[in-house]
């Protein structure tokens, strides 16, 4: 490892912005992607580390990468999947693409017989690299909240915490209150961010002002050879057409892409240092998070972004010319 280089391990419910987040991670020079776990959310666990080994087909991964598969519910309510947004699979239906020859162009990666789970995955990382991991969360923080109660002092060994979630100053993306991620699990949410751990939040704010149009995907994937580039425009389809129909504009949101991209480069982003609450029991704003500048803060929240910067960054590293 440079010295230049900052040790990750992703936690995420793969989930087609997932899947390139976790393809920008294995890309950039600037990490090294040690643990990689699982957690149910868009899709059921066992769908999401089925999704997981499909993704990791598609790039050269670590030797040693260890992988792990958490909660298969949320710690209070019934899952509920986000298909309608990342198709049937959570990858946007890969099985309907075919090669020129007519052959399926993504076959099944398959998952071993057994899998540790995700908390001795994290125990693993952190006993070889106590202080120096970043924990990145894509999905609901269901296994970080488990892994408060079970174990606080392991947790406590990560250097930071980097989650998308939420949405402060902007609307929600499941109900006009709540942000999915939050949404899925307002319990774990509000576990996590009354933990005291640093915490770098990445919600709505700054993640709804990095997407590609489906002309900027078609443009980009047009012609391309490089398998991950091909992927970008394979798995997009099915987001593409659900942000047309209920927001009338065909576009991919880079919400788990962004919060890659701040680890890769903090710079990326100005933050706020704030005090977040999360709301678990009124259920028309569950997962709402309102946020408060006069009381002592719990996270540093990601306000404003470098769009240009973030998506330059991102589209030349998923796509090589
Ligand atoms: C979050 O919800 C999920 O559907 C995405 O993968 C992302 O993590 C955005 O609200
Ligand atoms: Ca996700």
Same mark, same amino acid.
């Given at each position: 490892?440079?010295?230049?280089?900052?040790?990750?391990?992703?936690?995420?419910?793969?989930?087609?912005?997932?899947?390139? &987040?976790?393809?920008?991670? $294995? /890309?950039?020079?600037?990490? #090294? =992607?040690?643990? !990689? @776990?699982?957690?149910?959310?868009?899709?059921?666990?066992?769908?999401?580390?089925?999704?997981?080994?499909?993704?990791?087909?598609?790039?050269?991964?670590?030797?040693?990468?260890?992988?792990?598969?958490?909660?298969?519910?949320?710690?209070?309510?019934?899952?509920?999947?986000?298909?309608?947004?990342?198709?049937?699979?959570?990858?946007?239906?890969?099985?309907?693409?075919?090669?020129?020859?007519?052959?399926?162009?993504?076959?099944?990666?398959?998952?071993?017989?057994?899998?540790?789970?995700?908390?001795? &995955?994290?125990?693993?990382? $952190? /006993?070889?690299?106590?202080? #120096? =991991?970043?924990? !990145? @969360?894509?999905?609901?923080?269901?296994?970080?909240?488990?892994?408060?109660?079970?174990?606080?002092?392991?947790?406590?060994?990560?250097?930071?915490?980097?989650?998308?979630?939420?949405?402060?100053?902007?609307?929600?993306?499941?109900?006009?209150?709540?942000?999915?991620?939050?949404?899925?699990?307002?319990?774990?949410?509000?576990?996590?961010?009354?933990?005291?751990?640093?915490?770098?939040?990445?919600?709505?704010?700054?993640?709804?002002?990095?997407?590609?149009?489906?002309?900027?995907?078609?443009?980009?994937?047009?012609?391309?050879?490089?398998?991950?580039?091909?992927?970008?425009?394979?798995?997009?389809?099915?987001?593409?057409?659900?942000?047309?129909?209920?927001?009338?504009?065909?576009?991919?949101?880079?919400?788990?892409?962004?919060?890659?991209?701040?680890?890769?480069?903090?710079?990326?982003?100005?933050?706020?240092?704030?005090?977040?609450?999360?709301?678990?029991?009124?259920?028309?704003?569950?997962?709402?998070?309102?946020?408060?500048?006069?009381?002592?803060?719990?996270?540093?929240?990601?306000?404003?972004?470098?769009?240009?910067?973030?998506?330059?960054?991102?589209?030349?590293?998923?796509?090589?010319?």
């Amino acid at each position: 490892m440079s010295a230049n280089t900052h040790r990750v391990i992703i936690d995420t419910d793969p989930g087609v912005d997932d899947a390139l &987040a976790i393809l920008l991670a $294995l /890309r950039s020079p600037e990490l #090294e =992607v040690i643990g !990689i @776990t699982t957690v149910c959310g868009n899709v059921r666990v066992e769908q999401a580390t089925k999704n997981l080994f499909r993704v990791l087909e598609l790039v050269p991964f670590p030797s040693g990468l260890f992988i792990g598969q958490g909660a298969v519910q949320p710690l209070r309510q019934p899952l509920e999947p986000a298909t309608h947004v990342h198709g049937a699979d959570g990858l946007g239906e890969l099985d309907r693409i075919r090669n020129p020859d007519g052959t399926r162009r993504y076959v099944d990666a398959g998952t071993p017989r057994s899998l540790p789970n995700a908390l001795t &995955a994290w125990r693993e990382c $952190l /006993r070889r690299s106590p202080g #120096e =991991v970043t924990l !990145i @969360t894509l999905g609901p923080l269901t296994n970080l909240a488990h892994a408060l109660e079970a174990e606080p002092a392991l947790v406590r060994a990560f250097r930071s915490v980097i989650c998308m979630g939420g949405a402060l100053g902007v609307p929600g993306n499941v109900t006009p209150a709540a942000e999915y991620n939050f949404y899925v699990d307002p319990h774990a949410a509000d576990r996590v961010l009354r933990s005291g751990l640093p915490l770098t939040l990445v919600p709505l704010d700054v993640t709804t002002r990095v997407s590609l149009s489906r002309e900027a995907i078609a443009k980009l994937t047009a012609h391309a050879t490089d398998p991950v580039c091909r992927f970008l425009g394979d798995a997009t389809g099915p987001a593409v057409a659900f942000a047309q129909r209920t927001e009338g504009r065909g576009a991919f949101y880079l919400h788990d892409p962004l919060a890659v991209g701040v680890a890769i480069d903090p710079s990326l982003v100005k933050r706020v240092s704030l005090r977040v609450a999360v709301e678990t029991e009124d259920r028309a704003a569950r997962g709402r998070t309102s946020m408060d500048r006069a009381s002592p803060p719990t996270v540093q929240a990601a306000m404003d972004v470098d769009a240009a910067r973030f998506l330059t960054l991102f589209q030349t590293r998923l796509c090589r010319r």
